[in-house]
């Protein structure tokens, strides 16, 4: 039979009401909840981006600074509503998230290299522009060169590859010759690269030291013999995988061409273009007609240059050391 309760008396519960407890989330939570996302989603493409070797120059960079202001105005707007001291913590988390992704997109040492530190020859390495301050490039804005440029490579992205003339001070760039170890300044140059396997967009001769040979051949889609040659090489590459790495050297002045005419032929090897190009062959060819030359490096120094005569069983000789010299009758003549 069911009573009303008298004042002061209570029922005995056989077992004790248990205590809950409800979470309740303001405006300020609601905030860091929100930053907190954000700084875990920086986090991630800090992640990616080290992974995958991403310098800070690809085309994709705009998007992802675009991205961020997008989300820094939405967030300012709702931190507003909460008064100065929550805009000042958004805006200092904020800060920091920003400055470790731009960390990761800076230029980090010998390249922005997949490969492990052991790859390079000391500890320590980064890039070197001291070169390239003498060389100047001039942009060929000629309706005609774009014309014929769009109507070859119709998706070809003359903003970030323009056409263009590389003047250069040549009595400020080291000529090495057979024997010579590379100095730093050329170690360290900062080379612009296409078709990389790996998707960097920047290697240096220093981040390619992880095998005992670097194999550099200088071509253009225009001269047949620098092409075959670099088909020969390419080929080579995969046979012989662990004893050298090969660099092409795009000798033209349509750098958008390169990435192009390689993924065309199939080949894997970095395409090197731009100023880093003209400074690399001007140093290790020591001319401006080295097309169809192959430059062979051992262990940081120059080893020889080579012409197309040379064949493949005296490659493979050379870079198993059965042969330690280049053949004169494939030596590289100067023009």
Wanted: aromatic share 10%; charged share 25%; proline share 4%.
């Amino acid at each position: 039979m069911m009573r009303f309760l008298r004042k002061g008396e209570c029922y005995a519960l056989s077992e004790p009401r248990k205590k809950r407890y409800y979470l309740s989330i303001n405006s300020f939570q609601c905030l860091l909840l929100s930053l907190s996302a954000i700084y875990y989603q920086f986090s991630c493409n800090v992640q990616k981006s080290r992974a995958r070797g991403t310098t800070g120059y690809a085309v994709d960079r705009d998007n992802r600074v675009r991205g961020a202001l997008a989300i820094k105005e939405r967030l300012l707007r709702i931190a507003r509503s909460d008064g100065k001291v929550l805009l000042t913590i958004f805006c200092v988390l904020f800060n920091f998230a920003s400055i470790v992704e731009a960390k990761a997109q800076e230029l980090r040492p010998g390249g922005a290299t997949v490969a492990t530190e052991e790859c390079l020859i000391s500890k320590g390495a980064s890039y070197n522009h001291s070169l390239l301050k003498n060389v100047r490039s001039i942009p060929l804005m000629s309706k005609k060169y774009y014309n014929e440029a769009i109507k070859r490579y119709p998706k070809a992205d003359l903003y970030k590859y323009p056409m263009a003339r590389y003047d250069i001070d040549e009595e400020k760039i080291p000529w090495l010759k057979d024997g010579d170890l590379l100095p730093e300044e050329v170690l360290d140059l900062p080379l612009w690269v296409v078709n990389d396997q790996y998707g960097r967009d920047t290697i240096t001769l220093r981040s390619e030291m992880d095998k005992k040979w670097i194999i550099i051949h200088s071509w253009f889609e225009s001269c047949p013999p620098c092409v075959h040659g670099m088909k020969r090489w390419e080929t080579l590459a995969t046979a012989e995988a662990e004893h050298f790495n090969l660099i092409g050297v795009f000798t033209s002045l349509y750098p958008h061409r390169a990435a192009f005419e390689s993924r065309r032929f199939g080949w894997q090897s970095p395409q090197v273009i731009g100023e880093s190009m003209q400074i690399l062959r001007t140093a290790l060819a020591r001319n401006h007609y080295s097309s169809g030359s192959t430059i062979w490096i051992k262990n940081g120094r120059v080893f020889g240059s080579s012409g197309i005569k040379l064949t493949e069983e005296e490659k493979v000789k050379i870079l198993h050391g059965e042969l330690n010299h280049i053949p004169e009758h494939a030596k590289w003549v100067m023009r």
